[in-house]
């Protein structure tokens, strides 16, 4: 029950789940706390020379003790500049009080020194003038109790004040290294949890992004735009998709995509091919982008022929018996990301909008490619010619069926 309430003064006003800095508001509550703590550690002494002095003592020892006990509450109240002041307010009042009542050489002074070195945690970076504020008041009344030298405010008994000595001799640096060892975990966890974060960041952008495309993001502002004199772009479509969502549970169909599509995409790895999307049952990757390679369309046929094996399996699996229709094409275009809340990279180009025809223009369980295609493979792949092909926009086409590869024949 002890823990459980140290940790609810600790977090008090505190949304694990943000990512704003908490260290400012959580050092503020586990110093109230700890300034709380020693307190009632005192008070035993205070109340054993309640005749020699202790009384007085005692009772600035419980003002200021019920004084923490409001910080986390306002904390927790939305209120953490207030919380802020009462704790250095509160801590200055009661080493000065304490100090000019027992006397200089009581050293009750010298814990000012240490408010002032731990201000600096208390703000964030755009607080300067309230930490500027909060190191002069500590600075102040070290200084002023430091040069006074005074002896005690009231008649309080030499063994009293000697015993408030010592006691202060040992807490002080105990009291010291429990601050920087906090500080210290603070910053290092802070700086741990930072680092998962930036990790995780560019995994997604990973996920979302090639990886060249994503390094030059993390390192430049500029847009991302860029011109392929030559690249292969490859689009599939599931034939009749509408009647498989219609006639299937929802979990089913999108297992179906999830598992058919996780292999389409440990297949393009291997070929040093891209994803750009997925939109529904259309899928479509490139070859040759972001980083141009010279044989793209050969790396293309490869993977649309795989494609089919993957399709044919993975349906089986599934027990569904719809075909898969694939159109290739090659040529000029235009990749760039697009986007600034969630980034898109993207291909534009006459040869985009081909490549998307010889797919939605095709048969099902079939690779129909373009002439561009066919000229640059002729020489690895079996080809047979289809027919000229009215494309909006372009005019006829000539088109082909891509069959096989010779090097697999070749190879049997």
């Known amino acids: 029950m002890i823990t459980a309430l140290f940790k609810t003064w600790?977090?008090?006003?505190?949304?694990?789940?943000?990512?704003?800095?908490?260290?400012?508001?959580?050092?503020?509550?586990?110093?109230?706390?700890?300034?709380?703590?020693?307190?009632?550690?005192?008070?035993p002494?205070?109340?054993?020379?309640?005749?020699?002095?202790g009384h007085v003592q005692t009772l600035i020892l419980l003002f200021h003790a019920l004084l923490c006990p409001l910080v986390p509450v306002c904390s927790s109240l939305g209120y953490p500049k207030l919380a802020r002041r009462l704790l250095i307010g509160g801590y200055a009042s009661f080493i000065s009080f304490t100090s000019l009542y027992l006397g200089y050489a009581s050293a009750s002074h010298w814990f000012l020194m240490l408010g002032f070195f731990i201000s600096p945690f208390l703000f964030k970076h755009n607080e300067v003038k309230l930490l500027a504020c909060a190191g002069v008041i500590f600075v102040a009344c070290f200084v002023v109790l430091e040069q006074l030298s005074l002896p005690p405010l009231l008649?309080?008994?030499?063994?009293?004040?000697?015993?408030?000595?010592?006691?202060?001799?040992?807490s002080f640096p105990i009291i010291c290294l429990l601050c920087t060892l906090h500080i210290f975990y603070d910053h290092a966890k802070s700086w741990q949890h930072i680092a998962a974060e930036q990790r995780r960041s560019e995994n997604l952008l990973l996920n979302v992004l090639p990886d060249p495309i994503a390094e030059r993001l993390k390192h430049s502002n500029k847009p991302v735009a860029d011109h392929f004199a030559s690249a292969t772009v490859v689009?599939?479509?599931?034939?009749?998709?509408?009647?498989?969502?219609?006639?299937?549970?929802?979990?089913?169909?999108?297992?179906?995509?999830?598992?058919?599509?996780?292999?389409?995409?440990?297949?393009?790895?291997?070929?040093?091919?891209?994803?750009?999307?997925?939109?529904?049952?259309?899928?479509?990757?490139?070859s040759g982008v972001p980083v141009s390679v010279?044989?793209?369309?050969?790396?293309?046929?490869?993977?649309?022929?795989?494609?089919?094996?993957?399709?044919?399996?993975?349906?089986?699996?599934?027990?569904?018996?719809?075909?898969?229709?694939?159109?290739?094409?090659?040529?000029?275009?235009?990749?760039?990301?697009?986007?600034?809340?969630?980034?898109?990279?993207?291909?534009?180009?006459?040869?985009?909008?081909?490549?998307?025809?010889?797919?939605?223009?095709?048969?099902?369980?079939?690779?129909?490619?373009?002439?561009?295609?066919?000229?640059?493979?002729?020489?690895?792949?079996?080809?047979?010619?289809?027919?000229?092909?009215?494309?909006?926009?372009?005019?006829?086409?000539?088109?082909?069926?891509?069959?096989?590869s010779k090097e697999d024949e070749n190879g049997d």
């Open 155 to 170: 008649s309080v008994a030499p063994g009293y004040q000697g015993f408030v000595k010592q006691l202060t001799n040992f």
């Open 10 to 43: 600790v977090w008090a006003g505190i949304c694990r789940d943000g990512c704003i800095n908490i260290s400012p508001v959580r050092l503020t509550n586990l110093i109230s706390l700890l300034l709380f703590c020693v307190m009632l550690m005192h008070l």
């Open 294 to 404: 010279e044989d793209h369309a050969r790396r293309a046929c490869i993977c649309a022929l795989k494609m089919q094996a993957i399709f044919t399996t993975v349906s089986e699996r599934h027990h569904i018996s719809n075909g898969l229709r694939i159109g290739l094409n090659s040529g000029q275009l235009i990749a760039g990301v697009i986007g600034r809340d969630k980034y898109s990279y993207d291909l534009w180009g006459d040869s985009v909008n081909l490549a998307s025809r010889m797919e939605s223009q095709g048969q099902s369980g079939k690779i129909q490619v373009s002439e561009h295609t066919y000229r640059l493979c002729r020489h690895q792949f079996r080809f047979k010619p289809r027919c000229r092909l009215d494309v909006k926009g372009m005019g006829q086409c000539q088109t082909y069926w891509l069959l096989s």
């Open 45 to 53: 002494i205070h109340l054993y020379f309640w005749s020699q002095g």
């Open 235 to 286: 689009f599939t479509d599931i034939e009749g998709f509408s009647d498989i969502v219609n006639n299937r549970d929802p979990k089913d169909v999108v297992k179906y995509l999830n598992d058919l599509y996780s292999e389409f995409d440990q297949l393009l790895k291997p070929l040093g091919m891209e994803k750009i999307k997925t939109n529904g049952d259309e899928y479509m990757a490139v």
